[in-house]
């Protein structure tokens, strides 16, 4: 099996910043890539940024495209998500997660996941 523990939510002021980690534990060797995902209630989860370990491919969300920066470590089995110039409407339950194949921003492609951390941003 896989775990994956996310860390780094919290409550920020809008303008603020994060930083959020995840640790991968268990068989990962082989993975595609990385990514994070958040959910707001009564919305569908979607793909805030990944990493592709080959060729070092990152696409990013339009919505965070300026403010977030995604970066990893393969051989360490994490994955970070810097967050500047966070808004209201950033707060979700941000999530990692392990992909073995498939398109890269689709939940369908991701066989692991994390249990998530909750990140507020007040006005």
């Known amino acids: 099996q896989v775990q994956l523990v996310e860390s780094g939510g919290g409550l920020v002021q809008a303008g603020g910043s994060l930083r959020l980690s995840c640790v991968a534990s268990?068989?990962?060797?082989?993975?595609?890539?990385m990514g994070w995902f958040r959910q707001i209630p009564g919305q569908e989860r979607e793909c805030v940024a990944q990493?592709?370990?080959?060729?070092?491919?990152?696409n990013y969300a339009d919505s965070v495209k300026g403010r977030f920066t995604i970066s990893g470590d393969n051989a360490k089995n994490t994955v970070y998500l810097q967050m500047n110039s966070l808004k209201p409407e950033d707060t979700a339950v941000y999530y990692c997660?392990?992909?073995?194949?498939?398109?890269?921003?689709?939940?369908?492609?991701?066989?692991?996941w994390g249990q998530g951390t909750q990140v507020t941003v007040s006005s």
């Open positions: 997660a392990v992909r073995s194949r498939g398109d890269v921003q689709r939940v369908k492609s991701y066989d692991y």
């Open positions: 990493i592709t370990w080959i060729g070092g491919g990152i």
């Open positions: 268990g068989r990962t060797f082989g993975s595609a890539g």
